[in-house]
């Protein structure tokens, strides 16, 4: 009797599905993946949709409804691991703006009937509903990442995914900092992940991957000021793809007036 290959469903909430194109977009690797397990719920792919439990599921997108909130409950309950992808799962993504302020304010400018509108006031990630077995960050994710998350997890060990900033990153591809230059830039607090794509073109790190382990983020806010950055330039530098990131969330409420 053949051996059943594990089970991967990928699932979606409030989110713009950019971290599920980026496993679309692995192609060749994706044709030797689905070799390797069953794509089981895929709705991005495919209209095929197969029952839990799942061995693997990978969730992207926030939750910012009531119905999100008892869906992620019910993903949880089918799944062996369960790994957010993106900032919006593991950080309540860009819609995590709304904290900072009244989402009743927002709805009222944006739709013309606004009482038809059913929204928490928050949006929050993943974690701050169930147990989460690993966060995988980027907007969007990385796919060698995610690739290498989904492998680590079949072969049932802990997935090798640096944990140092993207100024390790700047070093490896011999790119100049841009902070010497006069740019203020995120990178000596922001995980890696992207390959500094952006200082490698004179641009200060958005913070896309979200918080390193340790960010020192008063210190580099400070060095920000140095370069001349106003209270509310840091405030909005915060406050982007990961801005209900702990660490993100406390300096730019440090600085907000």
Request: hydrophobic share 40%; glycine share 8%.
């Amino acid at each position: 009797m053949a051996k059943q290959r594990p089970r991967l469903a990928v699932w979606k909430f409030a989110s713009c599905d950019g971290c599920q194109l980026s496993l679309l977009d692995c192609e060749d690797e994706l044709l030797t993946l689905a070799g390797a397990i069953e794509i089981a719920n895929f709705p991005e792919a495919s209209s095929l949709v197969g029952e839990g439990p799942y061995d693997l599921s990978l969730v992207e997108g926030s939750i910012t409804t009531a119905h999100d909130a008892e869906r992620i409950r019910m993903v949880r309950e089918q799944s062996k691991y369960l790994v957010t992808i993106g900032a919006c799962a593991t950080a309540g993504g860009i819609q995590a703006l709304r904290n900072f302020a009244d989402v009743n304010d927002f709805i009222a400018a944006v739709y013309a009937s606004p009482q038809y509108i059913s929204t928490l006031a928050t949006s929050t990630p993943i974690s701050a509903h169930v147990a989460v077995d690993y966060e995988l960050r980027g907007c969007p994710i990385d796919k060698a990442q995610l690739i290498e998350v989904i492998s680590a997890f079949l072969a049932g060990r802990k997935p090798s995914i640096a944990a140092h900033s993207v100024c390790v990153e700047c070093k490896q591809r011999g790119t100049v900092c841009v902070m010497v230059q006069g740019t203020p830039c995120l990178g000596p607090v922001t995980h890696a992940g992207c390959g500094a794509i952006c200082p490698a073109f004179r641009r200060g790190c958005y913070g896309c991957y979200g918080p390193m382990e340790t960010p020192n983020t008063p210190a580099l806010a400070r060095q920000w000021q140095s370069l001349g950055a106003m209270p509310r330039d840091i405030v909005r530098a915060f406050r982007s793809f990961n801005a209900a990131a702990d660490a993100f969330r406390k300096e730019s409420e440090a600085h907000e007036k």
